[in-house]
């Protein structure tokens, strides 16, 4: 079972490029996620999805796209690459429970280095 | 004041020794609370979810004080497999979900 998977794994861009992080997951989740990890931070998440067809932003949305045209496929977009957007990117996805939302289960992450 | 703090370590611990970990969070409204293992460059994994009553799994176990806004893992009988980084993992309603910075462990012989 592959769970969820996310490609590349590793990318470097030059400032000003755009790119496309594929999150794919094989669990039939409901729920989506993109965070971003930087040292000494915890994850914040960048945006979300609830289901196919929606998007919300997170924490921190700016200088980022996203869609979810098939409920198992969570893209996010980078349009114009900036140093500051160098990081380590993880998806998630999750099902509702009875609280709200499940245990988050996380894609192994892209490393995104922007010079 | 970041939402969730956590002490960032390193914690150093022989094997067989038992270790405490401390996370507190600001949003008194906090609804749910999860201890997430991060290994060296790999993906965030649920290690425990955090109950009022406290819980334990093994040699692991999770207390929250909802007066006091904090939660702990303490860890027994420490195994070099336990190194990692743990991540404090407070849910304040929807979606959000607020990680700590996370605590390092490391396990020696």
């Known amino acids: 079972n592959a769970g969820v998977t996310q490609t590349p794994k590793f990318r470097v861009l030059k400032t000003g490029q755009s790119m496309t992080l594929l999150c794919a997951q094989d669990?039939?989740?409901?729920?989506m996620y993109w965070y971003r990890q930087d040292p000494g931070m915890g994850l914040r998440l960048i945006h979300y999805?609830?289901?196919?067809?929606?998007?919300a932003k997170g924490e921190v949305p700016d200088g980022y796209n996203v869609s979810r045209l098939k409920k198992q496929n969570f893209l996010l977009g980078l349009e114009s690459a900036a140093p500051s957007q160098t990081s380590v990117y993880f998806c998630?996805?999750?099902?509702?429970?009875?609280?709200?939302?499940?245990?988050?289960?996380f894609g192994e992450g892209s490393r995104l280095t922007v010079l | 004041r970041k939402e969730v703090e956590q002490d960032p370590g390193p914690f150093n611990v022989p094997e067989g020794a038992t270790v405490a970990f401390n996370c507190t969070y600001s949003?008194?409204?906090?609804?749910?609370f999860f201890w997430y293992r991060q290994d060296c460059r790999k993906e965030p994994k649920l290690l425990m979810s955090?109950?009022?009553s406290g819980n334990e799994d093994g040699r692991f176990t999770a207390q929250l004080n909802r007066a006091s806004q904090y939660i702990s893992l303490l860890i027994r009988d420490s195994k070099l497999s336990d190194s990692a980084t743990y991540l404090c993992?407070?849910?304040?309603?929807?979606?959000?979900?607020?990680f700590g910075a996370g605590t390092r462990l490391f396990v020696k012989a």
């Open positions: 998630a996805s999750s099902y509702p429970n009875s609280v709200g939302v499940g245990e988050l289960f």
């Open positions: 669990m039939n989740h409901e729920y």
């Open positions: 999805s609830v289901g196919e067809g929606t998007t």
């Open positions: 949003n008194s409204a906090s609804q749910s």
């Open positions: 955090v109950y009022s």
């Open positions: 993992v407070v849910r304040t309603g929807g979606f959000k979900t607020i």
